[in-house]
């Protein structure tokens, strides 16, 4: 009897062994093409992900959903102040290369907390002084992006994206205020997924 439950446990040894995988018979050079294929899938992916389906995209629509629901704290949460302050009014999308890029680098990281701190005052005021305006003003109103019609790399983490804004508003007072129901394509600059110019949008 106790030869057979020995027995029985080395046969259950070398089933297990079996099983085991052999790392240093494994031939991987045999592979390395499909690997290959397979990380050039994953990096295509990521990109158009960050790119298409996020990103910059996703920061623009975070912005306009913001401020559809009048939620100052979610509009903020989609702007870089410190991005905001260095592009200012020194850099132009539509005109823009290599050596402004560098620059503008330069500006961002010579941006001082005071500097960042004023420019989210005056956003988070003027953003909240916009949406109350809305609000007395009309009953129900309606901010969208409707599509985004172009995606362009500036540089590295940089792009202008250029989305169809829709806004529709009915007033509480149709003598005092109109009705408002139109789009525009508006260019937005993005840096690392944040926005740092807002456009035509007036702030």
């Known amino acids: 009897m106790e030869e057979e439950k020995v027995e029985q446990v080395e046969q259950a040894e070398v089933k297990n062994?079996?099983?085991?995988?052999?790392?240093?018979?494994?031939?991987?050079?045999?592979?390395l093409p499909y690997i290959g294929i397979a990380i050039a899938i994953i990096v295509v992916?990521?990109?158009?992900?960050?790119?298409?389906?996020?990103?910059?995209?996703?920061?623009?629509?975070?912005?306009?959903?913001?401020?559809?629901?009048?939620?100052v704290s979610k509009v903020v949460k989609n702007i870089d102040f410190a991005g905001m302050s260095a592009w200012g009014y020194s850099y132009d999308e539509d005109d823009f290369s290599k050596e402004d890029y560098d620059q503008f680098i330069e500006d961002y990281k010579?941006?001082?907390?005071?500097?960042?701190?004023?420019?989210?005052?005056?956003?988070?005021?003027?953003?909240?002084?916009?949406?109350?305006?809305?609000t007395d003003d009309y009953k129900s109103?309606?901010?969208?992006?409707?599509?985004?019609?172009?995606?362009?790399?500036?540089?590295?983490?940089?792009?202008?994206?250029d989305a169809k804004v829709s806004v529709e508003a009915k007033p509480k007072d149709k003598d005092e205020t109109s009705e408002i129901d139109e789009?525009?394509?508006?260019?937005?600059?993005?840096?690392?997924?944040?926005?740092?110019?807002?456009?035509?949008?007036?702030?």
């Open 110 to 134: 010579d941006i001082d907390k005071d500097r960042i701190n004023d420019e989210e005052e005056y956003i988070k005021d003027s953003m909240e002084d916009l949406l109350d305006s809305m």
């Open 183 to 203: 789009s525009e394509v508006i260019t937005f600059v993005v840096y690392k997924n944040k926005l740092i110019s807002l456009g035509d949008i007036g702030l």
């Open 45 to 71: 992916i990521i990109i158009l992900v960050a790119v298409l389906g996020g990103g910059p995209k996703k920061a623009v629509k975070g912005f306009i959903s913001g401020m559809n629901n009048k939620k």
């Open 141 to 161: 109103y309606k901010i969208k992006v409707e599509k985004f019609k172009d995606v362009e790399k500036l540089g590295k983490d940089l792009y202008a994206v």
């Open 17 to 31: 062994e079996s099983k085991k995988f052999d790392f240093k018979g494994f031939d991987y050079k045999k592979y």
